[in-house]
């Protein structure tokens, strides 16, 4: 394992003074799924730069293979994972999200499988919970969900049957209250499965239509009057609510025409999700969460066709809603009347999903480069920083710190 600095020297364990924290930006702030806490993408911390230099990389660490997926992070436990040997060897790593120490790292062995071209096999992000972190690979015979403590050591292992898709597995696990919940959509037998977080014994199993794989991960909403709904969505079954507690259904929407990369985002009230094909962005429609069974014709109050996002997923921030297109293409949204305040096409080409910290959006294209925009009703980009490598990944933030994933490296900016 090489551990090293963007400028080439050694500075593991460093952490670099570059800002005045305030009492709020001490608590610990973790980063626990894909796009953070509660699937939002957001983070408030004030203290991480629209630019840096060598001074504020507070380490950069290369993983062997390649991987696609985020960090998560629960307070100084970070978790990554990558694949080598043509997926043959898929490895979860621990490392110190502090110092980038790798504390641990544990392979499992599958088969290698078809993918897309801007797919891996270590494309899943892991989910944790505090005490136990759980990864999913898939190849054509086994669709796995594992379960690991903190110091490294299988818990338990559940089995979801064979994965067939013609692209490769991606969806990332959720966790809610004592239950892991992961979304099983591809073109064979589909379903969304929740286990037990400490036994693996699985809680529940809701089948669903089957057309063609899906990656968007789950969120789950919370809406006044009533209890949370678990948002899942695929192009078969368009996008559906179930309780989280139970898998039965409370509302769907009509099939979607395509297929969903991006996961859903809850902005301003709405559930919205994105469909596309070919690199583009075809349907976006924003739902009111408050109806019951099929809400196609009386509950969808956003419908669009044009400049929307494929693979990358929309954000909310304030009063606005951000659209990173997958052609370099930006928008923003008032969230209430729809109105486009904004349009900017910044360039290159995004794998990733924008994520907003302390009022800046920070988003990676394909050929690494961090891309910084003020998240607000005006256009205002603040920064452009390289990394060296490519990416397909989202950024996390946590506890004063930013971390990038590339194809072959894991790089922390910021820090106490």
Sequence with gaps: MVQKSLSGGAITGLLVVWGVLSAATLQAENWPRFRGPDGT???EDATIPATWTDKEVAWAVELPGVGHSSPAIWGEHLFVTSATDEGKSRTLYCLDSVTGEIRWSKTEKFATNHLHAKNSFASSTPATDGERVYVPYADDADFALLAYDFNGEQVWKASLGPYSSQHGMGVSPIVFEDLVILP????????????????????????????EASYATPIIVEVPGSAQQLICANGATGLTSLDPRTGELIWKTEPLPQRTVASPAFVG???????GQGGKGTRLIGVDPTGRGNVEATHI????????PYVPTIVGYGDWIFHWNDNGVVSCYDVGTQEQL??????GNFSGSPIVVGGKLYCIDESGQVVVLGAGPQFEQLGVMPLGDSSHSTP????????LRTFHKLTCIGGK
């Design 342 to 347: 904004w349009e900017k096409r910044i360039g």
């Design 184 to 211: 099983n959509d591809q073109r064979g037998p589909s379903s969304v499965v929740a286990f037990n977080r400490k036994t693996g014994k699985q809680v529940w199993k809701t089948d669903r239509e089957a057309r």
């Design 396 to 403: 996390a933030a946590a506890n004063g710190r930013l971390y």
């Design 41 to 43: 993408g957001v983070s």
């Design 301 to 308: 109050k956003v419908r669009k066709d044009k400049g929307i």
């Design 269 to 275: 009230g709405l559930v919205y999700i994105t469909c």
